[in-house]
């Protein structure tokens, strides 16, 4: 284990494990409501940078349909003090009007990137907005979102790190999710 974890939250067959379910679930689900026309028109797993690339690289893989692949930057500088504003700081590359979106997050904490994302989003007119996201960290959340599908649910504040969850950048490759040792953080 890494020095600077203090226990580690979910292992990395735990996540494997609930990855798989995850995506065998996200395939049934879209193959309901598309039938044939998933070939034609497939849903497209909007991937947030950087935290979302490891789990969407392994939910991608877990999942038996065909999906596009699109990714989107979101600069969280100043949600907190001013939640009206963001910053897309890399936008999509293509047109979702008419598309099914499933939206893939490691983590929705506050709730307010996730909120700002879907108004984006909706926006653009898409045929449907899902989520899926890896964790739902709830004892800070101040934006009501609606989770379509969740890895894990975590109720204490950790500041957890690993499996693409940073702290200053560091630890994104960790096969697990772990909480960090509070001398780990230097603020
Ligand atoms: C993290 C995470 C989510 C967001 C969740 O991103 O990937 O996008 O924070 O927090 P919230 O629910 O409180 O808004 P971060 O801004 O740390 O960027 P990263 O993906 O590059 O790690």
Same mark, same amino acid.
């Given at each position: 284990?890494?020095?600077? &974890?203090?226990?580690?939250?979910?292992?990395?067959?735990?996540?494997?494990?609930?990855?798989?379910?995850?995506?065998?679930? &996200?395939?049934?689900?879209?193959?309901?409501?598309?039938?044939?026309?998933?070939?034609?028109?497939?849903? &497209?797993?909007?991937?947030?940078?950087?935290? +979302?690339?490891?789990?969407?690289?392994?939910?991608?893989?877990?999942?038996?349909?065909?999906?596009?692949?699109?990714?989107? +930057?979101?600069?969280?500088?100043?949600?907190?003090?001013?939640?009206?504003?963001?910053?897309?700081? !890399?936008?999509?590359? &293509?047109?979702?009007?008419?598309?099914?979106?499933?939206?893939?997050?490691?983590?929705?904490?506050?709730?307010?990137?996730?909120?700002?994302?879907?108004?984006?989003?909706?926006?653009?007119?898409?045929?449907?907005? !899902?989520?899926?996201?890896?964790?739902?960290?709830?004892?800070?959340? +101040?934006?009501?979102?609606?989770?379509?599908?969740?890895?894990?649910?975590?109720?204490?504040?950790?500041?957890?790190?690993?499996?693409?969850?940073?702290?200053?950048?560091?630890?994104?490759?960790?096969?697990?999710?772990?909480?960090? !040792? !509070?001398?780990?953080?230097?603020?």
């Amino acid at each position: 284990m890494h020095t600077d &974890i203090e226990r580690i939250l979910f292992t990395e067959s735990q996540i494997a494990q609930r990855v798989r379910e995850l995506g065998e679930q &996200i395939s049934r689900d879209y193959e309901r409501l598309l039938g044939d026309r998933i070939f034609h028109e497939p849903p &497209i797993a909007v991937g947030l940078l950087r935290g +979302a690339v490891i789990f969407l690289a392994d939910l991608a893989r877990a999942m038996r349909i065909p999906i596009e692949l699109a990714f989107m +930057a979101i600069s969280s500088y100043g949600l907190s003090s001013s939640p009206g504003e963001v910053r897309v700081v !890399k936008d999509l590359e &293509i047109s979702v009007a008419g598309r099914h979106i499933l939206i893939v997050e490691d983590i929705v904490d506050t709730g307010q990137t996730l909120a700002h994302l879907q108004e984006l989003l909706n926006a653009r007119h898409p045929a449907s907005v !899902k989520v899926c996201a890896l964790l739902n960290k709830t004892p800070r959340r +101040a934006r009501t979102v609606k989770l379509d599908y969740v890895g894990f649910t975590l109720t204490e504040d950790a500041f957890v790190v690993g499996y693409g969850l940073d702290y200053a950048e560091r630890y994104r490759n960790l096969p697990y999710i772990a909480a960090l !040792k !509070k001398s780990a953080i230097t603020t």
